[in-house]
Each structure stands twice: as structure tokens, then as C-alpha cells.
């Protein structure tokens, strides 16, 4: 099949590169050959792979979003925005349930580094609200959380632009509510999408590519329904097809 493919719709979507080692993200990425997606690169393969990897993928002109949802004191996630801002990426996260102060450190250590080396390009700095792999039951009764999963969201959204960052990470389905709240420039990043009839996996609060766009997630994140397809190119093409389709910006 041939697909016409459009830059700005590529770049919106984040394929998961959630690998074991170097070696088989390097494989993966052959299929991608010149269609400007973004990469995410998470624990599984940073911790395995390091910096350099980074430097790899930014070096072949990819957008890269390092996923390593930082929550810890505020001083530590200070420097670990720090260093990571030093890498060059795009896109970082921290948990929004580190608190205000913990998401506020976050921003300065960024902005340090931003003054130490203009040639720095400042990344999209979001927030992980709730996990989309949390249903309502779990949140409410094993986690603790009490209300909808849809006000636990939009309040860890408020506490993320309180605190100087530019979005959040969340399920599609909450995408119009943070909008409303929030408003548009507000970046929503997300995950919890999976093409009619794929396999659903760990995930609980989900929507299609062309739902999600639709709705006006800024990116969507997705992992599996493309890194586990027989045709992995073919499967990131589709994507981008049916998100071309349902665009509204
Ligand atoms: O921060 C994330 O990227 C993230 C947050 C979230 O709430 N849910 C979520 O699935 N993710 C990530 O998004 C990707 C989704 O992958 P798939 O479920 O395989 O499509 C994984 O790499 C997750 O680590």
C-alpha cells in the first residue's frame, strides 16, 4: 500500500521504543526509515542504553521524548531535569503526585541548564497525571484516591501548569476536560491508544488514533500495536493515515 505522508501529523505521533538493549531499538528503527515520527525512549531501554542513545537519536534529526516519570525530592528532580535538559531532548515528564514543589524544582533545574548552554533547544517539560493503565476501581480502592478518574486528572493538570509546565501526560479520554480547564495551549500527550480491534494489554482508559486526534490530543503515544505488528511500518503508516483523517488542527 502507499501512503502519503504528512510531517506535521508524523511528528504527533510518539512511537514507544520499549526495548531491552541498543541493539534491537536499532533494528526497530530501520522500519521507521523516513517517516519524522517522534521517538520515546523509557526505562526499560535508558537504562539499558544510556545517554548515548539520546545522542544517537537526536543526531539522525529524530524528536525524542525521554520518558523516565521522575518523582522524587524536589532537589533530586531538580538535577535530574538538569541533566536531562543537557542531553537535548524534546519532550521530559516528572509525576505530577510529586506536588507542586517537586514540579516547580523540575522547572528550574531545566532553566539552569537552558542559561548554561543557549544552543539548547528548551524541551516540552509535562506531567504524568494518573497511569492510563488505572481504571476507576483500582484508583479508588487499592490506590486510595477517592472521586472520578476524570477530576484526579484535571487536578493534577491544574497543579502541573500552577507550577510552571507546559502539559500532561493522560488518557485521550480526558483530552476535552484539561482543555476546558487548562486551555488549549496546554499540551496533551497521550497514551492509552490502541486501533480498532488491536490487543488492549495492560492498558484501561483508551481510545483510537482517529478518536484521539479527534479529540484533540496534541501527541499520541503508542507502543505495542506498532512494535508488535508483523509490518511494523505498514502499522505506523496506518496510524498516521487514519490520524491524517480525523485532524481538526
Ligand atoms: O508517560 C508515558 O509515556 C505513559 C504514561 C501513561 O499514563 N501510560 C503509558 O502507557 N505511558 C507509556 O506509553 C507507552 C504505551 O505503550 P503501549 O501500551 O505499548 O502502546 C509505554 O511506553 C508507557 O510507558
Redesign the pocket.
Known sequence: MTHSISPSIAKRL?V?L?YPNVEEARVFIEHLQDIPCTL?V??QLFYSAGPDFIRELKSKGYSV?L?L?MHDIPNTVKGGANSITKLGVDIF?VHASGGVQMMKAAVEGMESALIADTDLERPLLIA???????SQQVMNQEIGIQGTVEDAVVHYARLAQQSGLGGV???PLEVAMIQQTCGASFAT?T????PAGSDI???TRILTPGQAIAGGSDYL????????ANDPREATQQIIEEMSLHVNH
Do not use: E, H, W, Y
Not at 504524568?128 to 488505572?134: A, M
Open positions: 510518539i514507544a520499549d520515546k523509557g526505562m521524548f520518558d516519570k515528564n504524568v497525571t494518573q497511569l492510563t493503565s488505572t501526560v493522560c488518557s500527550i497514551p492509552g491508544v490502541r494489554g495492560d492498558q503515544v503508542v507502543g505495542r500495536p506498532i512494535t508488535g
